[in-house]
T-cell receptor, first 114, second 114 residues
Framework: NAGVTQTPKFQVLKTGQSMTLQCAQD?????MSWYRQDPGMGLRLIHY???????DQGEVPNGYNVSRSTTEDFPLRLLSAAPSQTSVYFC?????????????FGPGTRLTVL | DQQVKQNSPSLSVQEGRISILNCDYT??????FLWYKKYPAEGPTFLIS?????DKNEDGRFTVFLNKSAKHLSLHIVPSQPGDSAVYFC?????????????FGQGTTLQVKP
């Protein structure tokens, strides 16, 4: 059981470039989320999904797209990277019907946009 | 507007003493509160939680207290150990939708000195 995995661990982009942050979980969890962590801001919810084919916006969705074609995968897409998107990104998953506290986080992707 | 606030960015305590981390929230609809612990270069891991129908929850050295009238919760660690040195995030669940959405505070860095 790998839990929640994220790739890449580190990424440097130039302004305007696009990329996809990958997230996968092997626990058959219905709920998956993307957060970003910035100094002094804690973790802020970007997008979340309650199941395959269903996604919704969180607190800071602008500049990011998501899709959920399978239960296992929840990629986060940056269509045109901006320096304001420099951050550490965490993916998380949780089982439907489970307690809110059984939310598992991946190790994070550190993204720098120049 | 920050709905969950941790006003102390850092805390330093001596090994064996009590650590008290504080968290304030503004939204009275929050019904579930959690504390996460985060080591550098790792994702947050769940530590302890409390439902809004309770005022205290204890798990070993960790106790969370909830004061709903003051919209305040605190995490007590007794006795503190050097391995407890980490960033601690307070989080709140907005309503009973059980979607895995969490609102996080900014985090408090705890240093436990041997």
């Amino acid at each position: 059981n790998a839990g929640v995995t994220q790739t890449p661990k580190f990424q440097v982009l130039k302004t305007g470039q696009s990329m996809t942050l990958q997230c996968a979980q092997d626990m058959n969890h219905e709920y998956m989320s993307w957060y970003r962590q910035d100094p002094g801001m804690g973790l802020r919810l970007i997008h979340y999904s309650v199941g395959a084919g269903i996604t919704d916006q969180g607190e800071v969705p602008n500049g990011y797209n998501v899709s959920r074609s399978t239960t296992e995968d929840f990629p986060l897409r940056l269509l045109s990277a901006a320096p304001s998107q420099t951050s550490v990104y965490f993916c998380a998953s949780r089982a439907q019907g489970g307690l809110t506290d059984t939310q598992y986080f991946g190790p994070g992707t550190r993204l720098t946009v120049l | 507007d920050q709905q969950v606030k941790q006003n102390s960015p850092s805390l330093s305590v001596q090994e064996g003493r009590i650590s008290i981390l504080n968290c304030d929230y503004t939204n009275s609809m929050f019904d579930y509160f959690l504390w996460y612990k985060k080591y550098p270069a790792e994702g947050p891991t769940f530590l302890i939680s409390i439902s809004s129908i309770k005022d205290k929850n204890e798990d070993g050295r960790f106790t969370v207290f909830l004061n709903k009238s003051a919209k305040h919760l605190s995490l007590h660690i007794v006795p503190s150990q050097p391995g407890d040195s980490a960033v601690y995030f307070c989080a709140a669940s907005p309503g009973s939708g059980n979607t895995g959405k969490l609102i996080f505070g900014q985090g408090t860095t705890l240093q436990v000195k041997p």
